[in-house]
């Protein structure tokens, strides 16, 4: 039997580890081959160019795009600052109304607030108990001053999986830019922009076994031609859209992550699905918890599940030497307060403030997925009958 390494690590909707392949094929990058893009007349500059112009068609594949409709940039935070930010400016005279939902990752739902501040009007989409919009009501609410929808894909803490294809066909009928934060999604589901009707799309290197602080914006080239405001000017590097010298190391990681993931997509969409339904019914054993989010329409690696009353800060707390586990989105794990996505989806204060999310990966075995459930079993037990409610 093999030896566990603890904590069993079942965050990987926070960020995946750097897959060895990956590093392989960036190592070469920061020595041999360091020379920068923008460099025409040297072979140092031609090497560096090839290498990123190769990664640019790795990731437009992934989401069946074009190579020249990648924007690559620092992460999904900037780019889906860079799409809303982009097109606010650039579409001001038809209008400034953008409709959102109220279970976007904070770098849409931020990046919204900052834009009100600046006369722009955000409509909010609610979402029903299992987290995903109505098309009704999102039709219902374009108005002819709506120049952009922006709705993410695949929800970063209940893995819930949105009809993009219909919102798409709803923002095609209107004449309205549809963006999509698809940082989850990417690597996880099949995504093909054209089919979706997708206008702009984030997403992110970290999230696919790639490194950290690199990422992409497709912006669609094909009838119709969308154009959007450059938010960081300087050498005019990627098509003027994103100054700055490009991450040549990064960018080769990223490619090389989502070459990796397109690989291995529909027989790892299967064996996440077989391992998450196995720690699923395992916790679901577990008296009194619920399920948080859509039964079905989900990421095959992200379950979202609630043990009241038990808060979820003491119940990670007790966890944390055996499983690393989130209670939802990295950046609000320290707050106390119940999560804003559960809360919109109409879930109790006592539900809310008990939910752990549990993300697995391309390194989750059978035998971790079994360990975690007698951990989570003893532990909420334990803190149970110890009357252990409050955090
Ligand atoms: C849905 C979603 N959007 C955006 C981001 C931000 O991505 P990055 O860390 O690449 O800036 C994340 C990462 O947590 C995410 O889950
Ligand atoms: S950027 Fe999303 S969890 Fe931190």
Redesign the pocket.
């Known amino acids: 039997m093999s030896i566990l390494s603890v904590p069993v690590y079942m965050d990987y ?3 995946t580890p750097c897959d060895e392949r990956v590093v392989d094929a960036m190592l070469p990058y920061f020595t041999r081959f360091f020379g920068n893009t923008a460099s025409r007349i040297h072979s140092y500059g031609w090497q560096a160019e090839a290498a990123v112009e190769l990664a640019r068609e790795q990731v437009a594949q992934i989401i069946h795009a074009q190579p020249k409709e990648i924007v690559f940039t ?5 780019a ?1 600052n860079l799409a809303l930010r982009g097109v606010v400016e650039l579409y001001a005279v038809k209008g400034n109304h953008i409709i959102t939902t109220k279970t ?2 904070k ?2 739902l931020d990046t919204c607030k900052a834009l009100e501040k600046k006369g722009a009007i955000i409509t909010y989409l609610d979402v029903d108990a299992n987290g995903l919009i109505d098309l009704t009501a999102l039709e219902q609410s374009i108005t002819p001053s709506t120049i952009l929808v922006s709705i ?1 894909l ?3 803490e209940t893995g819930v999986v949105q009809n993009v294809a219909e919102i798409g066909k709803i923002c095609k009928q209107h004449k309205v830019l549809f963006f999509c ?1 698809a ?2 999604a990417v690597g996880k589901i099949p995504i093909d922009v054209l089919a979706s009707e997708i206008d702009l799309l ?1 997403f ?4 696919i076994y790639g490194p ?1 602080g690199v ?1 992409a914006l497709y912006i669609r080239s094909r009838n119709p031609r969308v154009k959007i405001a450059p938010q960081i000017t300087g050498g005019g590097h990627e098509n003027n859209l994103r100054s700055g010298t490009l991450n040549v190391t990064g960018i080769v990681g990223f490619g090389k992550a989502c070459s990796i993931c397109m690989e291995e997509l529909s027989t790892e969409q299967e064996r996440l699905t077989r391992l998450r339904d196995r720690l699923k019914d395992g916790l679901l054993q577990i008296p009194n918890t619920t399920l948080n989010g859509h039964p079905s329409q989900r990421l095959p690696n992200v379950l979202n599940i609630s043990f009241p009353p038990l808060n979820s800060g003491l119940l990670l707390s007790a966890l944390n030497k055996s499983i690393a586990l989130s209670s939802g ?3 609000t794990s320290g707050s106390l307060d119940p999560s804003y996505v559960l809360s919109a989806m109409g879930i109790d204060d006592t539900h809310a403030r008990a939910a752990l999310r549990f993300s697995i990966g391309r390194f989750t075995t059978e035998e971790e997925i079994d360990f975690a459930i007698r951990e989570v079993n003893e532990k909420v037990t334990q803190l149970r009958n110890e009357g252990m409610f409050i955090g």
Not at 74 to 78: D, L
Not at 204 to 207: D, E, F, G, P, Y
């Open positions: 909707s926070a960020t620092s992460g999904a935070t900037e889906c976007e990752h770098a849409v993410m695949a929800n970063n934060d940082t989850q984030a992110s290197s970290h999230k950290k990422g989105s990295a950046c």
